[in-house]
């Protein structure tokens, strides 16, 4: 049984939820008119933000970049404090101008986006940290290819965040001796925390998203094979490439042939509870009862029942899995903590920025939605947007557009099989964007946060923001993308 201290230190994130929910006013069954609004933010407040209310959104990205490069040990200590300033930075003018509509705006964003969000990883870095592989193999070139490989296929059925939370220990603890780590662990932000999410709509939010709006199941696995294969192909070549020449410069060279004890997996039975995460995601994918208004803020039933879910099988996985077990897989509640309190942040300064894409032609950014035509364009500006802002309301921003360019009044369920039929290039090109290009920095999804935070406490001093971007993604994913643009969308 797990220590009354591993309790409190995981109870900081679901009991926040728990609190946010109880102070919400009282539940009541959503009427027909409010169920047709259900999670639309207001059509207007796209048109009437200004370009500039997006600064306080620009000023914590520069933080998270700027803060532990120039102020580490600032940074470590304060980093929730510099989140929630730049969120009361919008919040508090935004209040006083938009009122009780700001307020709901606000609540929305939590309620619907933030909190499932934040359990959804919770649940998933509970159960995995309960997995314990022993006797991992010693990280040769052939190895890591081999656990990236591994870790790359198992996104697309347990999720980008899943599998990296599965992954990502063993793929630690097989380097350990090792001195060069770092590209490693870059490669496994490419490929394991996002590129591999690419095949079914359990990989990835966005893809999710399509499910709920008439994408079959299957459709990604069968349309996306040939481009998640190609990337993935390519990575790791090069990776393969890059990690002999560094394991020849060893000094000295780990022997891939001690074995310190037999290989065996401790704490097997929180694959149980990672089943039930996704049987929980995609029930609530499948399942529509009804919904209910909290504070104005229409939650779905399944949502509500998801999220319970979700938190039963991180208790359970608590409850269930030794103490010893959890200290041996280096485990601690840091890295969760500093997602938790950071997206707290990024997604109140991400409301103008959301709220004014959707405004399309009437928002601010109205132009340059105008400029998107061809497949290629859909591929760099959901994969470029994707990179920065939440890839799932910017899959859906222009999965929309495309609706709309082709079968504009069309029923949605009959437009998206007649875009699948007819120009299924431009679905792709939107799905693999924003997928793909996740990949381009720590904060293009999820995982990629928590990966580098858990690097980091195992000793793997990882780059800034800045420079995952200037000296990895951009020199290897941006030509690499260059090339899936020619070969698939040109």
């Known amino acids: 049984m797990v220590a009354w201290r591993g309790w409190r230190a995981a109870a900081s994130v679901p009991v926040l939820v728990l609190i946010v929910l109880a102070a919400a006013p009282a539940v009541a069954p959503a009427s027909p008119e409010g169920a047709a609004e259900a999670g639309a933010t207001h059509p207007e407040l796209g048109t009437m933000l200004p370009l500039w209310t997006i600064i306080p959104f620009v000023g914590i990205l520069l933080s998270i970049a700027l803060g532990p490069l120039l102020a580490p040990r600032f940074w470590h200590h304060h980093f929730p404090k510099v989140s929630a300033f730049w969120a009361l930075l919008f919040a508090a003018p935004f209040v006083l101008v938009f009122k009780g509509e700001a307020l709901r705006e606000i609540l929305h964003i939590y309620l619907i986006d933030y909190l499932p969000f934040i359990i959804l990883l919770w649940a998933l870095f509970t159960a995995s940290g309960g997995i314990l592989l022993r006797g991992a193999p010693v990280g040769t070139p052939r190895v890591n290819v081999l656990l990236l490989a591994i870790g790359t296929v198992i996104a697309s059925w347990i999720g980008t965040t899943g599998a990296a939370m599965v992954m990502i220990r063993p793929l630690l603890r097989a380097n350990a001796a090792r001195r060069h780590r770092m590209h490693v662990i870059i490669f496994f932000i490419f490929l394991v925390a996002n590129i591999g999410g690419s095949l079914t709509p359990l990989g990835d939010p966005p893809l999710f998203l399509g499910f709920l709006h ?3 199941f299957f459709w990604t696995m069968t349309n996306l094979l040939p481009h998640m294969a190609f990337v993935s192909v390519v990575l790791l070549i090069v990776f393969f490439v890059w990690d002999t020449l560094l394991y020849r410069r060893e000094e000295p060279r780990p022997s891939s042939s001690v074995v310190t004890e037999p290989l065996r997996i401790e ?12 049987g929980a995601v995609l029930m609530s994918g499948m399942w529509r009862p009804g919904e209910v208004n909290v504070a104005g803020v229409h939650l779905g039933i399944q949502d509500l029942a998801r999220n319970g879910l979700l938190l039963l099988m991180g208790a359970l996985s608590l409850w269930t899995t030794r103490a010893e077990t959890r200290q041996a897989n280096g485990f601690s509640w840091f890295p969760i903590k500093e997602v938790a ?37 859909y591929f760099w500006m959901a994969g470029g947007l994707s990179s920065f802002l939440d890839n799932a309301p910017t899959y859906l921003t222009f999965f929309n557009s495309a609706l709309g360019k082709f079968f504009h009044g069309v029923p949605e ?5 007649m875009l699948i039929r007819e120009n299924k290039v431009y679905l792709q090109a939107i799905s693999v964007g924003a997928v793909f290009m996740g990949a381009n920095t720590y904060i293009g999804n999820a995982p990629n946060f928590m990966v580098r935070s858990i690097a980091e406490e195992a000793g793997i001093a990882m780059p800034s923001f800045f420079g995952y971007m200037l000296k990895y993604s951009i020199p290897i994913l941006i030509p690499l993308f260059l090339l899936v643009t020619f070969v698939f969308f040109s």
């Open 267 to 278: 704490g097997a039975h929180n694959f149980l509870f990672l089943a039930g995460v996704v």
């Open 214 to 216: 008439s994408v079959p």
């Open 413 to 417: 369920s009959q437009a998206v099989a």
């Open 341 to 377: 309190y950071l997206f707290a942040g990024i997604f109140m300064t991400i409301i103008p920025a959301l709220a004014i894409l959707r405004a399309g032609s009437a928002g601010a950014l109205a132009g340059l939605l105008a400029a998107v035509q061809t497949p290629a364009h």
